[in-house]
């Protein structure tokens, strides 16, 4: 899971990021609005942590903007502003939850799991399934009809992120940043390196499942017809 944290609270930012780290959540980290709609526009996230009063562009100014674009991620406010009033404001823009500091760490997991679990292709805090296959995130493994095998920490991450966008054609670009982060300088042929690994994965799982080449643009998962 990859998860963007959006509180200029220096502090309670780094605590979170370290505190999210050790769950095995990728986190990338901002500080002010105009940074997060950078990191938002990437379209990369399975979940956003959202502070309401931020430097620049505030949180509900970033959420509406987001559903405008129909950026359909899933959005926790994170805020001191706790009356209901708020709260209604905060929903009725469009976060998926409101979440009032201060908080215990394992409520907004709780949060973060209802959120992200919604999705049909879940089927518990560590599995994702697709066509014949079943990916254990936590146990980084993978398994088939023929099978299962072990994963590397960067192959099961470009997994979990085709897992998460079956049939859709995903850019270079967006796998870049998805897995190695936005500033990475990652190099094109690493890419194609690691497509080559996850399609022998495939073959020895004895999947159905392939990853399409779409030319110019990226890869994208899909069951043959």
């Not at 359909?72 to 009725?92: E, H, Q, R, S």
């Not at 079943?134 to 980084?140: F, N, P, R």
Request: proline fraction near 3%; charged fraction near 25%.
């Amino acid at each position: 899971m990859r998860l963007l944290l959006v509180e200029d609270d220096k502090k309670l930012n780094h605590s979170l990021q370290y505190q999210l780290q050790k769950e095995n959540i990728i986190v990338d980290a901002c500080f002010d609005g105009e940074e997060a709609l950078f990191y938002i526009n990437q379209g990369i996230y399975d979940v956003i942590l959202l502070d309401r009063m931020l430097p620049l562009l505030d949180g509900t100014e970033l959420l509406t903007l987001m559903r405008r674009k129909n950026n359909n991620t899933p959005v926790i406010f994170l805020t001191a502003l706790g009356t209901l009033n708020d709260k209604i404001t905060g929903l009725d823009l469009g976060a998926d939850d409101y979440l009032v500091k201060p908080f215990e760490f394992e409520e907004l997991l709780a949060r973060i799991r209802c959120v992200t679990r919604r999705s049909p292709l879940i089927h518990g805090d560590d599995d994702l399934s697709f066509g014949d296959l079943v990916l254990h995130i936590g146990e980084s493994s993978l398994v088939g009809p023929k099978g299962s095998c072990s994963l590397s920490k960067k192959e099961s991450e470009l997994f979990q992120t085709f897992f998460r966008n079956p049939g859709q054609t995903l850019t270079r670009e967006q796998l870049f940043a998805k897995v190695w982060g936005v500033d990475s300088d990652i190099e094109n042929g690493n890419l194609d390196n690691y497509i080559h690994f996850l399609r022998r994965r495939l073959l020895t799982v004895g999947s159905q499942v392939v990853l399409r080449t779409v030319r110019g643009i990226g890869y994208c998962m899909e069951q043959p017809l």
